[in-house]
């Protein structure tokens, strides 16, 4: 099975090396040149996970995207959510016919507001059979450094997520399946968002205690809009299958809202210290998928009526000029 990866971002860096620590030779899409020629002089990525070296004989570097996708057999999608359309628009419509698609995005993709695999479905005709996700709770950082992690491999075919989970699977990664392909994709969007309000809790200097019940609550919310979005659309049976308490759902809102590694809880942490969003997005320099994803979730909540009273805040205050002390003073209202 040949991986090209997509991104050269710290999450696709992790998953490089995760690939190339278990023997893989990968094709890998790396944008700027210069990148690519100090990742083949000094065996590692220059500005993401520093601390990550490779064996270069196992590592096909390209900036020309048409060309590790021609090699794949499996294209893993690592760009932030708002980049994918423009990356992918760079290909024939034809380019991913009878490959399979693994997205290790944690967004959506914003200006239609769509997940990977309705954009790759209406622009590529590629069917959600061929898709499959690869998400956390895992921070690249810990990846770089070896700390035990582990990822959630997910398709509607659980016998082919399990076997593209074999390729990744290593001594400080472990691996899990399951087939809630919708389900995983707007947890790890909507956690965004809670991690990004942890942060301004924090800036706004709550304690332990409120960002507990803060946690609490948000899970209920996810768990509120992902019944409302995804599960009531399955048969009852696969339904009772789904396990929210399992580490892709609850596991990845925990560290996500809880860790320094966390972008989306640092950007947040600006926000309630003070930071304009530019200024924040500016001081990061990295991307907060939760910033965007506020919004999708905002206008996709529209249809879906869910009530997700902390989300619907947290988007009042990144694009609607909330002031965070009061959009914090309602949410104290709601928590239980």
């Known amino acids: 099975m040949q991986f090209g990866i997509i991104g050269s971002g710290s999450w696709a860096t992790a998953l490089a090396k995760i690939l190339t620590d278990n023997g ?21 990525n220059p500005h993401y996970l520093s601390g990550a070296y490779f064996n270069t004989k196992q590592l096909v570097l390209e900036n020309d995207i048409a060309k590790v996708v021609e090699a794949s057999d499996v294209v893993v999608m690592a760009v932030p959510s708002a980049y994918a359309e423009e990356v992918l628009k760079q290909l024939d419509r034809e380019a991913l016919q ?15 507001n769509q997940l990977l695999n309705d954009f790759i479905l209406e622009y590529f005709d590629v069917p959600l059979a061929n898709y499959f996700t690869i998400l956390g709770p895992c921070h690249a950082e810990e990846v770089a450094a070896e700390k035990l992690s582990y990822l959630t491999f997910s398709g509607t075919n659980e016998a082919k997520a399990a076997s593209l989970a074999s390729f990744f ?6 691996t899990v399946t399951n087939h809630d392909v919708m389900g995983v994709q707007y947890a790890a969007i909507l956690k965004n968002i809670y991690a990004l309000g942890a942060g301004i809790a924090h800036g706004l200097e709550y304690g332990d205690n409120f960002l507990s019940v803060y ?53 947040g942490n600006m926000i309630g210290k003070g930071y304009s969003v530019k200024a924040a997005q500016l001081e990061l320099n990295m991307v907060a998928e939760g910033y965007n994803a506020s919004k999708c979730i905002h206008k996709t909540n529209e249809t879906v009526k869910a009530a997700i009273p902390i989300a619907d805040t947290v988007y009042q205050i990144l694009w609607e000029n909330l002031p965070a002390e009061e959009g914090f003073k309602r949410i104290e209202g709601l928590l239980f």
């Open 215 to 267: 946690i609490a609550n948000a899970s209920n919310e996810m768990e509120v809009f992902l019944k409302n979005l995804v599960w009531s659309k399955e048969p009852e049976e696969e339904q009772k299958t789904i396990n929210y308490n399992a580490s892709v759902y609850l596991g990845d809102l925990l560290v996500t809202c809880y860790s320094l590694y966390s972008r989306n809880r640092t950007f």
């Open 24 to 44: 893989n030779t990968i094709y890998w899409w790396v944008r700027n040149t210069a990148n690519i020629k100090t990742i083949q002089q000094r065996r590692h």
């Open 169 to 174: 699977k290593t001594e400080y990664i472990n």
């Open 98 to 112: 009878g490959k399979k698609i693994m997205s290790a995005i944690k967004g959506i993709l914003p200006s239609h």
